[in-house]
């Protein structure tokens, strides 16, 4: 059994990555979620903020603390996702207005201040969302970046192409000179970018395992991705939408379930046509640093199976 994670999670749920923090807190033998950071992203902050909440109540986990990051990406202004995920971010069950608060403290100071407070190498950055916040902790405090473990990160795309446009994956085109800051970081990062993610795809077979599960976790999770599908469902014609975020917690839990190769993975900045493009050098043709573990395939049957097994041990 390898040592228990302690992580950081950056996130602006957005149905698919409520089914990533729950099978996180479904797995309490490998992970310790020291904290939610929400992103402005798939909805503004307020909804994500407000999202990371309603999911910590619904698992019973009000225990962990909620930070709200920056209301924006570093330069530009902030595009969403409201087509997928709906007006509040998190369509599909009704989930109580939460109880419990958001800390006051700025989710940049709080990834600043508890990599600090911990010895190097003991935290690990888990990123479902934009990269806004962790690139300006790493301007803010270049100092963390030698303490970051490692950063699992649910980004960018390149043999899948894009999704919100036809270069550009969206929690990289939302801020990508964030992800150029993380990307240039020197921290080990590990990507499961589309090419992986569209690979996963929640069939009604797979959804309806999950609300078989018959625990309010279980229930919320089919409800929540029969409520986002409808959007890929029709964009790609396949049996099922793919579901992106519980790549990340899958392939720290079993990355045997997973293929992928340490390459160059750039981001293109400033040409309008191609914003938000990763580019990974896969065949190794230039001598750019090394920078990304980038995952091109994984076992989609063992990847749900996985993902119920977690769900299934929450309430
Ligand atoms: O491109 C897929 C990612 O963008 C997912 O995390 C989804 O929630 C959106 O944030």
Redesign the pocket.
């Known amino acids: 059994m390898s040592e228990r994670r302690k992580l950081i999670v950056l996130t602006?749920p957005?149905q698919?990555?409520a089914a990533a923090i729950l099978m996180m807190l479904g797995a309490p033998e490998a992970f310790e979620v020291l904290g939610l950071v929400a992103t402005a992203?798939?909805i503004d902050l307020a909804h994500t903020t407000r999202n990371c909440l309603k999911l910590l109540e619904l698992a019973g986990r009000s225990d962990i603390p909620v930070f709200a990051g920056c209301p924006r990406p570093i330069r530009r202004d902030l595009v969403m996702?409201e087509h997928v995920?709906g007006p509040t971010g998190l369509d599909g069950p009704d989930l109580p207005e939460p109880k419990i608060s958001a800390s006051e403290r700025h989710g940049v100071d709080f990834i600043i201040e508890t990599l600090r407070a911990a010895e190097p190498g003991e935290i690990t950055i888990c990123s479902?969302?934009p990269l806004t916040n962790l690139a300006m902790a790493l301007v803010q405090a270049p100092d963390i970046a030698e303490r970051i473990a490692a950063i699992f990160a649910?980004a960018g795309a390149y043999f899948e192409v894009g999704?919100?446009t036809p270069t550009a994956?969206?929690?990289v085109y939302v801020d990508p000179e964030a992800a150029d800051v993380v990307l240039r970081s020197g921290v080990p990062i590990t990507l499961l970018p589309?090419d992986v993610?569209h690979r996963m795809r929640s069939t009604p077979a797979r959804l309806a395992a999950m609300r078989a599960l018959g625990n309010r976790c279980g229930i919320a999770t089919a409800e929540m991705l029969e409520f986002s599908e409808a959007f890929d469902l029709r964009k790609y014609g396949w049996d099922g939408a793919p579901l992106?975020?519980p790549c990340v917690p899958a392939f720290m839990l079993r990355p045997e379930l997973f293929h992928g190769r340490q390459v160059s993975v750039m981001v293109e900045t400033s040409s309008p046509l191609t914003s938000g493009m990763t580019v990974a050098d896969w065949w190794g043709i230039t001598d750019r640093p090394k920078n990304v573990f980038y995952v091109r395939d994984g076992d989609d049957e063992a990847y749900y199976s996985l993902l119920l097994e977690c769900l299934g041990r929450l309430p």
């Open positions: 602006d957005g698919d990555q992203g798939n996702a995920h479902l969302s649910m999704n919100i994956e969206f929690n589309l993610t992106h975020g």
